[in-house]
């Protein structure tokens, strides 16, 4: 079966500039998370969606944002975009939370210039 | 809130070893663990789950071990080999809610 897809894998933006990165889960499965990897700091939690609502959500600012539609592909955004969100950014499905473990995509990587 | 600790130093290790990993945590004692190897520019790769109640887990040549009151967790591959040169990371539910928790990983380097 197909794994989890992001698209795109690499992308280059300036600052300031606002950027949306689309996840495509495992078919069949609810619970959509995103994470932000960086060097210094790990894989760090951005927010989960199940059955397009958000369950959870991490402790970043308010211009990240994400949605879930109805057929459970995710979809996350950033504004005004700054140096330091230069990242890997990560989706992760599974079908209803983590307990049986997550997928993960290959990710895309940020890079804000 | 939750801290997960691994050691941030690479583990070095000769082909055919055994390479183990360490995962502290604080606070609260989660229902269960998990572990995952990452490569170089791709996503995490779910390995094993382990639960409070298990002690130890198998899977091929890794073998988990979750000790609630030390509050750790030890992570093995017997016999290793160049392929598992990788960065293992080990994870757990946060207090309250499903989301999950991951430590900064601890990279190991089988040498030939």
């Known amino acids: 079966k197909a794994g989890v897809t992001q698209t795109p894998r690499y992308l280059i933006k300036t600052r300031g500039q606002q950027v949306t990165l689309s996840c495509s889960p495992i078919?069949?499965?609810?619970?959509v998370s995103w994470y932000q990897q960086t060097p210094g700091q790990g894989l760090q939690f951005l927010f989960e969606?199940?059955?397009?609502?958000?369950?959870n959500k991490g402790n970043f600012p308010g211009r990240f944002s994400g949605r879930q539609f109805s057929n459970s592909r995710s979809e996350m955004n950033v504004s005004t975009l700054e140096l330091g969100d230069s990242a890997l950014y990560l989706c992760?499905?599974?079908?209803?939370?983590?307990?049986?473990?997550?997928?993960f995509g290959s990710g895309t990587r940020l890079t804000v210039v | 809130s939750q801290k997960i600790e691994q050691n941030s130093e690479a583990l070095n290790i000769q082909e055919g070893k055994t390479a183990t990993l360490t995962c502290n945590y604080t606070?609260?004692?989660?229902?269960?663990l998990q572990w995952y190897r990452q490569d170089p520019g791709r996503g995490p790769v779910f390995l094993l789950l382990?639960?409070?109640?298990?002690k130890e887990k198998r899977k091929e040549r890794l073998k988990v071990t979750f000790d609630t009151t030390l509050k750790q967790s030890l992570f093995h591959i017997t016999a290793s080999q160049p392929a598992d040169s990788a960065t293992y990371l080990c994870?757990?539910?946060?207090?309250?809610?499903?989301?999950?928790?991951f430590g900064k990983g601890n990279q190991v380097v089988v040498i030939p």
């Open positions: 994870a757990l539910p946060s207090y309250g809610n499903n989301r999950l928790a």
């Open positions: 992760a499905s599974s079908l209803a939370g983590s307990e049986g473990g997550y997928t």
């Open positions: 969606y199940f059955s397009e609502t958000q369950r």
């Open positions: 078919s069949g499965h609810r619970s």
């Open positions: 606070n609260y004692s989660p229902a269960y």
């Open positions: 382990i639960r409070e109640n298990e």
